[in-house]
């Protein structure tokens, strides 16, 4: 298991930026995809962004396209969100999440290891 622990969230306007950070322990960090996940109020729990360990491959839901930015330093040992053009529906507890990079397509079933989360609310 990878320990993870999120920071960075916070209140924000409408079209205003935060930037999540997640930091991770325990095991490889090479070895593994990391993404960020969100859970509004009474909503399921969705994917959000994630990027690979050695390519820099990323992936991102429609609705961030353009606006979220998923990166990471493996020196480090860190994945960062940077969240921009911010709207009040992407107020939700954002999760930093790993899983095991076993192929080069993104599986969301392959996270298996989950921060605490970090609460984003967006104010119009």
């Known amino acids: 298991q990878v320990q993870l622990v999120e920071s960075g969230g916070g209140l924000a306007q409408t079209g205003g930026s935060l930037r999540l950070v997640c930091a991770a322990s325990g095991r490889p960090f090479i070895l593994y995809n990391m993404g960020w996940f969100r859970q509004a109020p009474g909503k399921e729990r969705e994917f959000v962004a994630a990027?690979?360990?050695?390519?820099?491959?990323?992936w991102y839901t429609d609705s961030v396209k353009g606006r979220f930015t998923i990166s990471r330093d493996n020196t480090k040992n860190t994945v960062h969100l940077q969240m921009n053009s911010l709207n009040t529906e992407d107020t939700a507890v954002y999760y930093c999440?790993?899983?095991?990079?076993?192929?080069?397509?993104?599986?969301?079933?392959?996270?298996?290891?989950w921060g605490q989360g970090t609460q984003v609310t967006v104010s119009s």
């Open positions: 999440a790993a899983g095991l990079a076993l192929r080069p397509v993104l599986d969301t079933s392959d996270f298996r290891s």
């Open positions: 990027i690979s360990p050695r390519t820099f491959t990323t």
